[in-house]
């Protein structure tokens, strides 16, 4: 059946907000772990506790050939040198797959290749894409001094496994250098 | 390896065009059979074989798990009552689903589902979004006075089958009313 209420939507790219929807919210303290300065994650968060970033989603359906999609909006800002980010994640389904589409500010997405470690980082901007590989560890952040907004779409079977990443982060970092993004090994640093 | 030339495109969502690829052009001939006023297309044809709509297609892999997406235009304008249009296509493989994003313009998706024919109408519009179940067909037209651009997200293995919609063509049609947009049954024109 043709149920039109679970096939249509609306977003706005400038808010990053889906439209009747409540979107997930997370805030500095959620970040625990994530970013390599700890003295400044510690200093910053005894400061106050700031939204980082906010994603919904839309699933019409969970079976075989569905799909889903997301809109995320990162803050601008920053925490030592590294900027506001997402945790990041794998897909639970490993050979899932992902299109990032860029809506509105200036933004970078780490990607990790799971078995090999190969990182690199690609920028997403409005009107730019970035696919992102099944077996690939991702994690986008804001480089830019407004918000940051994107649309992910994946199979509806994917799958969120953030806990791989949370047990070792990413092999690599981006912080700031001369105002620019630069991926950095961790263990470097 | 993290190929990132494979990995990162970009669109101009008011030129329904991707950087660096050259699209696939569709003209009033190619629809052969596609409009139900036969007489005002031959007509039209005998005067000149316009540009209806172009595609391009992104497609960095081919796996399970895989995405690609296109980017599509249909020009403004009308053959009798009936709005330039696609062909129209069911995926080959058909539990795969499908997002349309719209980008620019005014749009109409007519749906159709392939076991009841069950047929329904729903508007593309700019930061709108369209989901399009498996077994479903689907034929987008341009219902405005300016071109129309979208955004297509589907999985690398689903296919495009447009010979089972060029046998019967689509249940219904979809005719301008009173300036509107109207679904009718085919039969009953």
């Known amino acids: 059946m043709l149920d039109l209420k679970s096939l249509l939507s609306n977003y706005d790219p400038?808010?990053?907000?889906?439209?009747?929807?409540?979107?997930?919210?997370?805030?500095?303290?959620?970040?625990?772990?994530?970013?390599?300065?700890?003295?400044?994650?510690?200093?910053?968060?005894?400061?106050?506790?700031?939204?980082?970033?906010?994603?919904?989603?839309v699933e019409p359906a969970r079976g075989e050939g569905d799909l889903h999609y997301g809109i995320g909006k990162i803050m601008p800002g920053k925490i030592g040198d590294e900027y506001y980010m997402t945790k990041g994640h794998l897909h639970s389904w490993r050979p899932a797959a992902e299109f990032y589409f860029g809506?509105?500010?200036?933004g970078v997405m780490l990607l990790e290749d799971e078995a090999s470690g190969e990182s690199k980082i690609v920028p997403l901007q409005p009107n730019g894409v970035v696919y992102v590989p099944g077996h690939t560890a991702h994690r986008t952040m804001n480089v830019g001094a407004t918000p940051l907004t994107y649309l992910g779409v994946y199979p509806a079977n994917a799958g969120h496994d953030y806990s791989t990443i949370a047990k070792t982060n990413f092999r690599c970092v981006v912080i700031e250098r001369d105002g620019k993004p630069v991926m950095m090994e961790r263990k470097k640093l």
């Open 103 to 106: 809506l509105t500010g200036d």
């Open 14 to 57: 400038k808010a990053g907000t889906l439209l009747g929807a409540v979107p997930v919210e997370r805030t500095l303290r959620d970040l625990q772990g994530c970013f390599a300065d700890r003295a400044a994650y510690e200093t910053a968060l005894a400061q106050s506790n700031p939204l980082l970033y906010t994603v919904a989603a």
